[in-house]
């Protein structure tokens, strides 16, 4: 393998004419998606950390909101289970606190 002037392998004489038309698509296609802009945000310090914050911030809002709902159904269960004898004094006695730190 001989290396060309441009420090890349000169591999011209030893693929056909169909695989260097594939590897030429394949360098252009490497090319232009280094040149996009979600690979291009490293290069901005400000722009990497805004889409940090960014995805922080809904990370943290799909969290809450995840919470609430699984909270949400959880009382609503034990509020059918009240009338299960055993299970039913638990629940009960859960809602009782759930009630008691509601502001």
């Known amino acids: 393998m001989t290396t060309a002037h441009n420090g890349q392998a000169d591999l011209s004489g030893q693929l056909t004419a169909s695989d260097q038309d594939r590897l030429d698509r394949v360098a ?3 090319e232009q998606l280094a040149n996009r802009k979600f690979i291009a945000r490293e290069d901005s ?3 990497m950390l805004w889409a940090q914050f960014i ?3 809904a990370f943290g809002l799909g969290s809450f ?3 609430t709902i699984l909270v949400s159904i959880l009382v609503l ?3 059918q289970i009240e009338f299960v ?3 039913g ?3 009960a006695r859960i809602l ?3 009630q008691i730190a509601a502001p």
């Open 28 to 30: 252009l296609a490497v």
């Open 45 to 47: 310090t400000f722009q």
């Open 55 to 57: 995805r922080g911030m």
């Open 65 to 67: 909101l995840g919470a």
């Open 77 to 79: 269960l034990l509020a």
């Open 85 to 87: 004898p055993i299970i």
């Open 89 to 91: 004094d638990l629940a």
């Open 96 to 98: 009782l606190q759930i």
